[in-house]
């Protein structure tokens, strides 16, 4: 029969007595496997790319430790910002002048010359007084100079006074050193013969200007008297003003005094004038100045040292420029 037909078939093979079991379950065996191969290769390539980011991370760290004890070159951006420049040291300590050859040059009963060196540039001054503490002081010099000479005036006759010598360099620093004390002469008397003080006055000058004999002191002086009638006066006047313009940068003050005998004093404004002569006239219209210097005729010349005592009177005139620079030069 067809059925036992189909019974013994399965006994002879040793199959399943369900049929058709075989049949379905052997197929879908083998379609899955692929999917499985699928799964291992992808689980292979992220291994190996775990594996490869590892190597590659290890082999920079080892590069860059093992760079960190070699010396490489560093190479700096340029900047914008100045290049900067090492701290400033204080400068050195630098010592004060040092003052030498201190002395009293001159002195008279009003007035004293100091005199000292210093060893490099410096200003003068000088603090004085009739005591040690030296209260008094001179207007401080600013020129730098190593040979220094101040002048003291409006002292006291037959007074001794203290000093003390001050100098400062450029760089500030700053020394006194004390003189020996000095003592002024008696006083002395007043008048136009040499050795005399000679009289102090005030007058003005053509210009509108007051100018007092007293405080030309440290200057030479030339007093001249003279007037625009005077021939005498108008032959030697060139001489005048060549030692004008010559000595004025000397110490050499020419000082013209047109006594009052002049017709005017725009008379003698427009002589000046028209001679082009430079030197300060001043006009005695009263005739007091003449007075004191018991001036009775003219030319007559005065001349007067920087302590204010008459040095030489000269009646007349002088023959040529020489003449008045040789007494120029005497004193």
């Excluded at 291992?40 to 590892?54: D, E, G, P, R, Y």
Aim: proline fraction near 7%.
């Amino acid at each position: 029969m067809a059925g036992v037909g189909h019974v013994s078939d399965l006994h002879q093979f040793g199959t399943p007595a369900v049929p058709g079991a075989h049949r379905y379950r052997e197929p879908a065996r083998e379609a899955g496997a692929p999917h499985d191969l699928r799964q291992t290769l992808l689980k292979m390539v992220f291994v190996f790319f775990v594996l490869f980011v590892l190597v590659f991370a290890g082999a920079g760290l080892y590069y860059l430790f093992s760079q960190q004890g070699s010396e490489m070159p560093v190479v700096s951006e340029p900047s914008s910002s100045p290049q900067s420049k090492p701290a400033a040291q204080p400068p050195p300590a630098v010592p004060p002048p040092v003052i030498s050859d201190v002395a009293v040059s001159s002195f008279t009963d009003k007035t004293a010359v100091i005199t000292w060196k210093t060893d490099r540039p410096a200003t003068s001054q000088v603090r004085y007084g009739k005591t040690e503490a030296c209260g008094l002081a001179t207007e401080e010099s600013k020129n730098l100079v190593t040979e220094h000479s101040v002048r003291l005036s409006g002292l006291e006759a037959d007074t001794t006074y203290y000093f003390r010598t001050v100098s400062k360099a450029a760089s500030g620093e700053k020394v006194e050193v004390a003189g020996e004390p000095f003592k002024t002469k008696a006083a002395i008397p007043i008048g136009t013969n040499p050795g005399n003080r000679a009289p102090d006055f005030t007058l003005k000058s053509l210009d509108g200007k007051s100018v007092t004999l007293s405080e030309l002191q440290g200057n030479k002086v030339l007093l001249n008297f003279w007037a625009t009638w005077c021939s005498p006066c108008k032959k030697e006047m060139p001489y005048i003003q060549g030692v004008h313009e010559a000595w004025r940068q000397k110490g050499v003050v020419v000082l013209g005094v047109a006594v009052k005998q002049n017709q005017s004093l725009d008379g003698v404004k427009l002589f000046v004038q028209d001679n082009g002569y430079t030197f300060t006239v001043l006009f005695d219209g009263e005739g007091k100045v003449a007075g004191l210097y018991q001036v009775s005729e003219v030319p007559k010349t005065v001349f007067i040292d920087a302590d204010g005592i008459v040095r030489e009177v000269r009646l007349g005139e002088f023959a040529n420029q020489q003449e008045i620079e040789d007494v120029l030069s005497s004193f």
